[in-house]
Each structure stands twice: as C-alpha cells, then as structure tokens.
DNA sequence: GTTTTCCAAACAGTATACAGAATGAAAAAC
DNA sequence: GTTTTTCATTCTGTATACTGTTTGGAAAAC
C-alpha cells in the first residue's frame, strides 16, 4: 500500500509557494510574475506554473492584464469597499442560514475564539477573525456560498496583509473588541432566532469596517 | 496596420465552442470531457482545451472529478436551491446600488424589454431575462458582485436550459407575468428611492422561483 | 534635447512527446 | 456464478520546443 496522503502535484506545490509569496508580501503588488522566471525557481515547467497563476487569479490574489501576463493583484480602497458591501450581502445570509446548525453545536466557534486569545501575532489574528467568519458561512451548508467567501476571502486577506505589514493597526484594543464581539455573537448563535443572528453579523460586519481607517490611495 | 479586431486566440475558441455545447445540450450532464478527444474535436491541441476547461469550470459548467478529469456539470435541485438562495442575498444588494443610475438611464433595461417582447423563442427569452437582471448588477458598479453573478449565471443558464429542454415550461402566461413584472421594476427604478428598488427586486427574485416546479430528481 | 525607429530580449500561446495513474474489460481463481 | 487479478487502453500531468507578439532601450533622425 502506497502512502494515501497524495503528496502535491506540481501544480499545487507552485500555487501554494506563489501564494505564500504573495500573502506573505515577498513579492509588491503589481509586480509581474513572468511564467519562464517562476518555473526556473519553483523547479518546474512553466505548465504547473500556468495552473498556479490561473487557480490564484482565482482566489484574487493574480489578475491577467491585456496581454495575459500575469501580475500580483493591486488592491484599491474602493476594491475594499466593494469587498465590504459583498460581505454584507452574503454574511448576514449565511449566519441565517447558519443558525440552526451552530445553535445544536457551536464548539468551533468556541474552539476559534480561544485560539484567538491565545494569539500572538497581529497575522494570525487576522486568518483567525476570517477563519470566524468562514466557520460561520461554512455552516450555512451552502457549498456556492462558500466558494464565493473563498474569493472574497482571498483580497481581503491580501488587503489585510498588507495593511498590517504597512501600519501598526489592530491595537490590543481593537483586538479586544473583536474578542468581545465574537463571544458576543457565540451567544446569540447559542440563543436566539435566526432573525437575531442574521442581524447580530450584519451589525459586526458593518462595524468591522470602521475601525479600519481609508487609507493608501497610493501604495 | 492589422485588423485590429484581434482574432480570438484557440484557447477563446475552444471555451466557446465548448460552453454551446453544453448549455444547447449536445452534451448531457456528467458526460465525460476528455481532453485528447476534445482537442482532435476542436483541431487544437490539448493546452487550449484544459484553459477551456478551467475557464468553464470557472463558469460554473464544468466540474472536476478527484482525479482530475473534467465532467459537463450535474445540478440537482438542492443546486438550484442554492443558487436561488445566492440570488436573493446579491441581486437585491445590486438594486440599491444601482438605482441612483437606473433613475438616471433606464434605456438599457427598456431596450432589453423590448427585445423580450419580439422573442420568438424560449432559449431567447430565458437569455433576455437573466440579462435584464444582469443588468441591474452591472449598474451597481461593483466590479465583484459581477463577477459573482457571472458563476451563478452559468449555472442557472445551464439549468434553466436543461428545464426547458425536458419540459415544456415558460407558458405565453408566464412570459406575460415576466414582461409586467419587469415593465413595473422598471418603473420602481425611475421614481422611487434605492430601498423601494431593493424591496422590489427581493420580491421578483423570491417570486421568479415559484413558477419553477421542484423537479427532475434524476436526470 | 526630444522624438522616432528599430531591434534584441523576454514573454505568452500552442504543439508535441512521454511518463505515470486510473479505468474497465477480459482472464483467472475460487 | 461470483470474486479477484491482470493488463491493455485511456486519460491526465508535466516537460520541452517552437512561434509570434510585446516590450524596453539603443540608435538614428530631427
């Protein structure tokens, strides 16, 4: 018997090092991201390398400009408005949808909440906040759903990152109102109708926003 | 100077050729898309066709099996109910947003209006309509929730195809319900605030889904 | 000094070739 | 007759090679 953990393929492999490179802000934004160069350095053919650049333009974290050659997404602070108005479309929705699961069974919720206390840096607080969000929408059951969030997820990620990287945001304060706010939406989750949940995340997501302030036009 | 109008390239070709066959049904659902069988099909090689795989997956028409082999998409009706549920938290979201500039410039909605009351066909009218409501999305100026509809587009044309091929459906008086309900959002979006055109959509998509009888558990 | 022209390098689009995995039917074992 | 094994076929994953286009800078023209 073989080893059934399939080890990457090729493709996976450059797609998961491209993302790294680029959520983890190795490479600028708008930087171009020459097939023939990324191949030579991962070790592979510029074949994986073409599937890489298309699942990540995906995932928004590449976009393609007219002549198909493929650059780190620039994000705007309106490209974040827009990500912001998504999210007040499709979360509220999802926590409805949600709200019978996660009233029966809650503990991941809870499970990330802790993990977020127990959090160090201001990095994994951020894929910690979005994973609460994403724990919730994956709840909602619907797979379309999630697959939307997992786009969105991307440039907010993106955006987040580099936020963070640039300024020193998201103070001790602002963590721990982001921790208040989750417990505080645990409860409701745990306690009331799926009219009050919806409401609950509509409140929280719009809040969230505020707390970021409108800043770089110019990278 | 060459033509100017740039000749689409064998990858544009293949994703188009390929997506009319499967939403005009040449292709049922689940069949197989090999790649080899494709390209001699298209007279391409097969790099093209897999960009035309990916691209349609993206499309919401095509779908990956585990091991990588790409299959005409199968929606069942839990798909189609979570597409509906999709529709209703973005397309209203899209009206409010859009209707400053609908109250400005309704042509394009009028034009498609028109040209839905001269339709002959039931593939046309059903184009026309998920036209209409495009529309109204890509009047709200966010560039992503176009993008998100364009997923859920190929989907529902892909279901709604599949519909009326089997069935007989779209009677003389649905088409008349669609062509009021749509004279009358009209009318919301030249005279009354952006709420009013966000309630009104919210009700035509809840109500489009009514006339759709739950059906075809098996293809 | 500024603009235009031209060219070499860089890059993407595509074809072809080969290796390895999945598949399904025939053959063997029970 | 049913199950298991085998194996040729088919398919995808990937590498490599070739072609045409884009690009940026050097050279020429003004």
Do not use: Y
């Amino acid at each position: 018997m073989k080893n059934t953990i399939s080890l990457a393929s090729r493709s996976d492999s450059a797609t998961s090092r491209l993302r790294a490179d680029i959520l983890g802000g190795a490479l600028d934004p708008g930087a171009l991201l020459a097939e023939t160069a990324m191949a030579e350095r991962f070790g592979v053919s510029r074949v994986p390398v073409r599937e890489a650049l298309f699942t990540l333009e995906r995932e928004g974290l590449v976009e393609f400009g007219t002549t198909g050659r493929a650059f780190v997404k620039v994000l705007t602070p309106q490209d974040f408005q827009e990500l912001h108005t998504l999210r007040l479309a499709l979360e509220p929705m999802a926590a409805r949808l949600a709200a019978p699961r996660l009233r029966k069974d809650s503990s991941a919720l809870e499970r990330n909440l802790a993990a977020m206390r127990r959090a160090k840096s201001v990095r994994q607080i951020t894929r910690l906040d979005l994973d609460f969000h994403e724990l919730i929408i994956a709840a909602s059951a619907n797979t379309r759903l999630l697959k939307l969030w997992g786009i969105l997820r991307g440039e907010l990620d993106l955006w987040l990152g580099r936020l963070h990287r640039r300024h020193q945001i998201q103070t001790e304060q602002t963590l721990d109102e982001t921790l208040e706010a989750h417990a505080s939406i645990i409860q409701t989750f745990q306690s009331q109708p799926p009219s009050a949940c919806e409401r609950v995340i509509h409140k929280h997501v719009q809040g969230w926003s505020e707390w970021l302030p409108t800043l770089e036009v110019q990278p």
